[in-house]
């Protein structure tokens, strides 16, 4: 099979922290495949990918109230200030119970808001207990001053229960505002910022007897200060089945983000373009005729994956001060399905679901098969991720044509 001589070297294409299986995962079906034990290579294939589909992730924000701890929380879901469902803002913080907050588009990631310990009456072991500390992946432990000695013993609570804990200092742009306000004479932002750093980490060494790293960040610029650096130190940190449903969380506000999507989503689809090869193996019937009504299910959530939904190019279109339709034009994700009446992607599809059902299964389908899935994901993967960064980086927009960032599909479906 083409995917079984091709299974090693993919997976060396990605940076650990990137990778949704295993090591163990990858050496585990490598075995099998140069036993050529297929079957068993695929079996634990499958066990991978619903493992990664049934992953939840929970996410544990706790601070003091005044920190930007909500203001945190919906930035990381992608949920503006004042729409419905946001984490409350600006408000004095009178409850002790914690207060759950879904993604915007990925139920199965958390946001889990906690009081800060500081407004407890708990010490840190028993706050942990009343927060129900098992049922969390990591925490985030916000501050916009210095840290306090309760944050320090809380962090030391729960590096002694075996769990990941992040210190992220808040409100950087209030602070780098103000130093340049009172010193524009002398005003260095790197200064400003190492010493904000410097500050807080030997404050919490004094507890800790150790360093952690200390995060910078706006809540209202995310794509700056030191934002991507947790972003990639989650990922390191994150067990390789759950990398997936936290970098489909991220917003698109970076390139190395997007790429963090784009591979994730990449590794995803070779696995099931593997499954469906396999099963291309038996008479195909009325399951490769599926392929058709889930491609604009597919199509639809890359395009919400990648900021491309309906939504989102309006904001985008109005930003720049044109209408949707003539936004798109720019774009070549919703072009796709629409380069020609007699040429669109849709219809190569049907045609090559066609060509492949007349086949009776077996080799030459699986080959066909894996190849056209594969290709296809790709191609939407791609396209979407390209017009992406073509829209992060503030395009022009000056020609009236779709940007040719992105390459035209293969020959072979014509």
Request: proline residues 4%; hydrophobic residues 40%.
């Given at each position: 099979?083409?995917?079984?001589?091709?299974?090693?070297?993919?997976?060396k294409n990605f940076?650990?922290?990137?990778?949704i299986?295993?090591?163990d995962?990858?050496?585990?079906?490598?075995a099998?495949?140069?036993?050529n034990?297929?079957?068993?290579?695929?079996?634990?294939?499958?066990?991978?990918?619903?493992?990664?589909?049934?992953?939840?992730?929970?996410i544990?924000?706790?601070?003091?109230?005044?920190?930007?701890?909500?203001?945190?929380?919906?930035?990381?879901?992608?949920?503006?200030?004042?729409e419905?469902?946001?984490?409350?803002t600006?408000?004095?913080?009178?409850t002790?119970?914690?207060?759950?907050?879904?993604?915007?588009?990925l139920?199965?990631?958390?946001?889990?808001?906690?009081?800060?310990i500081g407004?407890t009456?708990?010490?840190?072991?028993?706050?942990?207990t009343?927060?129900?500390f098992?049922?969390?992946?990591?925490f985030?432990?916000?501050?916009?001053?210095r840290?306090k000695e309760n944050?320090?013993?809380l962090?030391?609570a729960?590096k002694?229960m075996?769990?990941n804990?992040?210190?992220v200092?808040t409100?950087?742009?209030?602070?780098?505002?103000?130093?340049?306000?009172s010193?524009?004479?002398?005003f260095?932002?790197?200064?400003v910022?190492?010493?904000?750093?410097?500050d807080c980490?030997e404050h919490?060494?004094?507890v800790?007897?150790?360093?952690p790293?200390?995060f910078?960040v706006?809540?209202?610029h995310?794509?700056?200060?030191?934002f991507?650096?947790?972003e990639?130190?989650?990922?390191?940190?994150?067990?390789?089945?759950k990398?997936?449903?936290?970098s489909?969380?991220?917003?698109?506000?970076?390139?190395?983000?997007?790429?963090?999507k784009?591979?994730?989503?990449?590794?995803?689809?070779?696995?099931?373009?593997?499954?469906?090869?396999?099963?291309a193996t038996?008479?195909?019937?009325?399951?490769?005729?599926?392929d058709?009504?889930?491609?604009?299910?597919?199509?639809?959530?890359?395009?919400?994956?990648f900021g491309?939904?309906?939504?989102?190019?309006?904001?985008y279109?109005?930003d720049?001060n044109?209408?949707?339709?003539?936004?798109?034009v720019h774009?070549?994700?919703?072009?796709?399905?629409a380069?020609d009446n007699?040429?669109?992607?849709?219809?190569?599809?049907?045609?090559?679901?066609?060509q492949?059902?007349?086949?009776t299964g077996g080799?030459v389908?699986?080959?066909?098969?894996?190849?056209?899935?594969?290709?296809?994901?790709?191609?939407f993967?791609?396209?979407a991720?390209?017009?992406?960064?073509?829209?992060?980086?503030?395009?022009r927009?000056?020609d009236?044509?779709?940007?040719?960032?992105?390459?035209?599909?293969?020959?072979?479906?014509?």
């Open positions: 099979m083409a995917w079984a001589s091709n299974f090693n070297e993919f997976f940076k650990r922290e990137s990778k299986i295993s090591e995962t990858i050496t585990l079906i490598e099998y495949i140069l036993k034990e297929l079957q068993k290579a695929v079996s634990v294939i499958q066990k991978a990918l619903r493992n990664i589909e049934s992953a939840s992730l929970n544990a924000v706790t601070g003091e109230t005044g920190t930007g701890k909500s203001t945190f929380i919906n930035a990381l879901r992608g949920v503006e200030q004042e419905e469902g946001a984490a409350a600006g408000v004095v913080e009178t002790m119970r914690r207060i759950a907050y879904p993604h915007a588009k139920p199965n990631v958390i946001l889990w808001d906690l009081p800060g407004s009456n708990f010490p840190p072991q028993r706050y942990l009343e927060m129900k098992n049922e969390y992946d990591f985030i432990i916000i501050s916009s001053t840290f944050d320090a013993q962090a030391k729960i002694m075996g769990l804990f992040y210190f200092r409100k950087i742009d209030n602070d780098l505002g103000n130093e340049q306000k010193k524009p004479k002398t260095n932002k790197e200064k910022l190492m010493k904000i750093r410097d980490s919490l060494h004094k800790l007897s150790s360093e790293p200390v910078l706006s809540n209202f995310l794509s700056d200060y030191d991507p650096k947790l990639t130190k989650l990922l390191e940190d994150l067990p390789a089945h990398r997936h449903a936290f489909l969380s991220l917003q698109s506000l970076t390139e190395a983000t997007i790429k963090y784009k591979d994730s989503l990449k590794q995803k689809v070779f696995l099931e373009a593997i499954m469906a090869g396999t099963f038996i008479p195909l019937g009325g399951m490769i005729m599926d058709v009504e889930n491609l604009n299910e597919t199509f639809d959530f890359y395009r919400s994956q491309l939904d309906d939504a989102s190019l309006k904001k279109a109005k720049f044109m209408s949707v339709n003539d936004f798109k774009l070549r994700f919703p072009h796709l399905f380069e007699d040429k669109s992607l849709e219809n190569k599809l049907s045609k090559y679901i066609k492949v059902s007349s086949v080799p389908a699986t080959v066909i098969y894996f190849d056209r899935a594969y290709y296809l994901q790709n191609l993967l791609d396209t991720a390209n017009d992406a960064i073509a829209l992060l980086n503030n395009p927009l000056s009236k044509e779709v940007g040719t960032y992105i390459s035209m599909p293969l020959n072979y479906w014509e």
